[in-house]
């Protein structure tokens, strides 16, 4: 079986962020008030996504203590790697090159940006 991860929306991206993020098993309301700046939502609202997400299989809801307990099933950079792949297939031809001279030619990239991809790369090289 491949591992083909599921997409998640902005707002279950959002959501899994601050799951992520906390490293401990949080309660819906402290997901909401995380939340607070970005989305103006009701517990219900959040919960419904939760429930989502737990079908989906990206969080487990742990009832045994009396209130609902949410951990993360999938890894933030599990996620990240698997859906940066897709992205790269989908829109740049599996191309990171097609991918960088995109956002250069139309300047959502600095030239201070390539210096620091650049360095990073040399990094990446003197490590491997």
């Not at 009701?42 to 209130?67: E, I, P, Y």
């Amino acid at each position: 079986m491949g591992t083909t991860v599921k997409k998640l929306g902005e707002a279950e991206l959002e959501i899994m962020q601050v799951i992520w993020d906390s490293g401990n098993p949080v309660t819906s309301n402290y997901i909401l008030k995380e939340l607070q700046g970005r989305r103006q939502w009701q517990l219900s609202t959040l919960m419904t996504s939760l429930t989502r997400l737990a079908a989906k299989g990206f969080v487990h809801c742990d009832r045994s203590t009396g209130s609902n307990l949410y951990t993360s099933v999938i890894a933030e950079n599990e996620y990240k790697a698997g859906a940066s792949k897709h992205f790269l297939e989908k829109l740049y031809n599996n191309s990171i090159q097609n991918m960088i001279a995109t956002l250069y030619s139309d300047r959502a990239i600095k030239n201070s940006d390539i210096q620091e991809l650049r360095d990073f790369l040399d990094k990446l090289e003197d490590e491997g």
